[in-house]
């Protein structure tokens, strides 16, 4: 089975919410922390671009509050 392209994950270190496309290392583009997509939280993925980046706003909005 293939993995989803599209995955909309939070920066542990900084919270802030993005659509990654990696697949085995993450680096926070806000604060530059590294790690492994395995150790993330990974809210929504999809093979959709603009469908998570839809996914990803609301989640920013609903975090902020």
Do not use: D, H, W
């Amino acid at each position: 089975m293939r993995s989803l392209k599209y995955k909309v994950v939070v920066c542990p270190s900084c919270n802030n919410v993005q659509v990654i496309v990696a697949k085995k290392n993450f680096k926070c583009k806000f604060c530059g922390f590294k790690t492994e997509v395995a150790n993330l939280r990974i809210f929504f993925s999809t093979n959709n671009a603009s469908e998570a980046g839809i996914v990803a706003r609301n989640l920013k909005f609903k975090l902020k509050r």
